[in-house]
């Protein structure tokens, strides 16, 4: 079995850790999101109306409600 050469293992292993950086990030705006549409819904907006704001469903912004609230 021949082995990969060393640049191409550091190639892999910086892809990785950029790509679990990226989740990092998306995880703490996903939480971000939920606190903004619940904010938004408890200022007495409506599902339909902070949908229409974010551009997408009313079943997204309900299921961004549903995440965890961010902590600290």
Do not use: F, H
């Not at 079995?1 to 990092?24: I, N, Q």
């Not at 998306?26 to 549409?37: D, H, R, S």
């Not at 551009?55 to 995440?67: E, G, K, L, Q």
């Amino acid at each position: 079995m021949k082995t990969a050469e060393p640049s191409t293992l550091t190639e892999v292993a910086a892809a990785y850790a950029k790509r679990d950086e990226l989740v990092e990030r998306l995880n703490a705006q996903n939480q971000y999101v939920g606190e903004v549409v619940r904010k938004a819904r408890a200022a007495g907006n409506t599902w339909i109306a902070i949908a229409e704001a974010a551009n997408t469903s009313d079943v997204a912004v309900i299921n961004a409600a549903r995440r965890p609230a961010v902590k600290g």
